[in-house]
């Protein structure tokens, strides 16, 4: 059988000046290719050298290698394959003339012709291939071949091969000259996969700023473990990926993810902490790779298909929390630059792993937490007074709007007599529930103490005495004690630092001047009381530093005048409607402002 006549050689510009191409070889037995005169071959150093430096492209590269070859080298069949330092074997990475089964052979080094040529690094010239113990009889067909390493820095990174189906049909010149070629065509390639390493790893590195951007943003464990997925094939083209978290109560590993061939897969198994290379990635604490599964005694089998898999544990404040595998049907499939990647990322997604899982328990803490204050909330409007006392001469009225959920503020009415009512305003320091707790300790020992039916500034001083006894630090409660005769419309009051409340009478509002010291401070307290003479058309309005306290955008306060000047203006308003209009004027005044504090109103208006 002839050699091919056509030429696919590189363009004609290529090879300019006194070079003429070798024509085709005869189809009578025996021809042999022609080659240029000696003359020509610094010439077309020169132009090969031009044409390899023009680009850092592999796979252009080696094409336009095939094409200068083939330019003084008519062939059929060539390739070039390039050794793979780890498993110690070449792969063709380009290729004319072989069958799809034999381009993904794997030739090991010593191992026929070009794995002979790779081992003893000296190129070899087969004029019959029959007569060689060493080949591999890959195409029946061929009969001579032809072989040079190729050599960067006395490192052989591969083999040029050229195959004939005619006996004896390369000679000592077609040697010499590939000799040439090669070692130039050497550093090309090396340059190129150097090229194509800093670009892939200049890659890696933008996909893992990516990575750390965008995984600090993602606090659900199930979508973060899928975005890893989608993020690490960037990187990684894997077939299979899981991420494993340990369950510290039962010590064992939980898959929290797992993808099979781009498909989820749900592995009901937990695994020991020990098992498999999961475990040993967890016992050792460093990244766990193997080329070949089946020949490592550690392999747990959960894929049935993976024969190379890289484990890395998930490592946070010193505490493995997790593993990171992904695996491959193809053995020696991972690398370096594929270890360096997951162990970078490894760190990331421990950090976003246990940000994810701490939102986590947090959003449960707050579901709980906002069950518990909502019914706190409901026990602490139970603990409100239900009615208003009820007499001929006076009508009563409250409103009470809590910061928050739940507030410190309390107001109260104790129920005396036929003729007598007590009124109680107080503010709790803090707020939320600690601050509606000790409001509700407080109600419980005035309500108990309201029996004996004392008078403002002997409960005053029984309450601060109770507190005492019971000291919480840094509590104490504001509290304002009245209690009103209906027989003589009299109101005797005292005050332990609470807001003063105001009297309105014809039109004049005034601040009652009632002070004294917050219950739960100082031991051995006496409360001042004094008794305060009403008539008809009066109005008493007691109200907590939440009213007066309120802030709209600017930052400025709500203030004693404009409580004052709403009482003015709406004297002769029920007690009911005067209360609703001061929180109402707060609110408007506050305009969409978050509350800061309680706001509690009480109005007595005589009859």
């Known amino acids: 059988m002839t050699e091919e006549s056509t030429k696919i050689g590189v363009p004609p510009e290529h090879f300019e000046g006194d070079y003429r191409p070798a024509e085709s070889v005869s189809a009578v037995e025996g021809a042999r290719p022609r080659l240029m005169v000696e003359p020509d071959q610094t010439g077309f150093l020169i132009r090969l050298a031009d044409a390899l430096n023009t680009t850092l492209d592999l796979q252009t590269l080696l094409q336009r290698t095939a094409d200068l070859v083939r330019a003084v080298i008519d062939f059929r069949i060539f390739a070039i394959l390039l050794l793979n330092d780890r498993t110690n074997d070449l792969r063709m990475r380009f290729q004319i003339g072989h069958t799809p089964e034999i381009e993904r052979m794997r030739i090991k080094v010593g191992r026929g012709i070009v794995g002979q040529v790779a081992q003893t690094r000296e190129a070899m010239l087969i004029g019959d291939v029959s007569q060689t113990s060493n080949y591999i009889e890959a195409n029946p067909h061929v009969r001579s071949e032809l072989a040079v390493p190729l050599i960067v820095k006395n490192r052989v ?43 892939r790893q200049a890659q890696t590195l933008q996909v893992l700023n990516e990575i750390s951007r965008e995984l600090t943003s993602i606090l659900d464990l199930d979508p973060l473990f899928e975005r890893i997925g989608q993020l690490l094939r960037r990187i990684i083209d894997y077939q299979m990926f899981s991420i494993w978290l340990v369950n510290e109560r039962e010590q064992v590993l939980e898959n929290s993810f797992a993808v099979r061939f781009g498909e989820r897969f749900n592995p009901d198994e937990k695994l020991p902490l020990d098992r498999g290379l999961v475990g040993a990635a967890i016992s050792e604490r460093k990244l766990i790779h193997a080329p070949d599964v089946r020949r490592d005694p550690r392999y747990y089998m959960v894929n049935a298909e993976t ?37 970078t990322l490894a760190g990331q997604i421990a950090i976003a792993v246990e940000n994810a899982r701490l939102y986590q328990k947090v959003m449960q803490q707050e579901q709980r937490l906002e069950q518990d204050l909502e019914m706190a909330r409901e026990v602490q409007l139970r603990l409100l007074p239900p009615l208003k006392p009820k007499h001929q001469r006076a009508e009563f009225a409250a409103r009470f709007l809590p910061a928050r959920t739940i507030g410190g503020d309390l107001y109260d009415f104790l129920q005396y007599d036929s003729d007598r009512s007590a009124i109680v305003v107080g503010d709790v320091s803090g707020k939320a529930a600690p601050a509606a707790l000790y409001a509700a300790l407080v ?18 001083s029984l309450l601060n005495e109770a507190l005492q006894e019971r000291r919480v630090d840094s509590q104490y409660v504001a509290m304002l004690y009245a209690v009103w005769n209906d027989q003589n419309l009299t109101l005797q009051i005292a005050n332990a630092g609470a807001v003063q409340p105001l009297f ?89 402002q978050e509350r800061f504090d309680d706001e509690t109103v009480v109005v007595l208006r005589v009859l």
């Open 307 to 343: 024969r190379s898999e890289i484990a890395v544990p998930l490592i946070h404040k010193g505490r493995v929390i997790g593993i990171l595998d992904v695996e491959h049907t193809r053995p020696n499939f991972f690398n370096e630059d594929h270890e360096r990647a997951v162990n």
């Open 443 to 460: 109600s419980g020992i005035m309500r108990s103490a309201g029996a004996q039916h004392p008078s403002p500034s002997e409960m005053l």
């Open 157 to 199: 990174i591969g083999v040029i091969d050229i195959q004939s189906e005619q006996l004896d049909y390369f000679q000592p010149e077609h040697l010499h000259l590939l000799k040439l070629t090669a070692s130039r065509i050497a550093q090309a390639i090396e340059n190129a996969r150097l090229y194509t390493r800093v670009a």
């Open 504 to 592: 309105c009478r014809d039109g004049e509002v005034e601040t009652v001047r009632a002070e004294g010291f917050p219950l739960g401070l100082f031991p051995d307290v006496k409360y001042e009381e004094f008794s305060l003479a009403t008539q008809p058309g009066d109005s008493l309005i007691f109200f907590s530093d939440g009213i007066v306290d309120a802030q709209n955008a600017a930052g400025e306060m709500f203030g004693e005048e404009r409580v004052q000047e709403i009482v003015r203006k709406h004297r002769q308003k029920s007690a009911s409607k005067l209360a609703e209009v001061i929180l109402s004027e707060v609110g408007r005044f506050q305009n969409g």
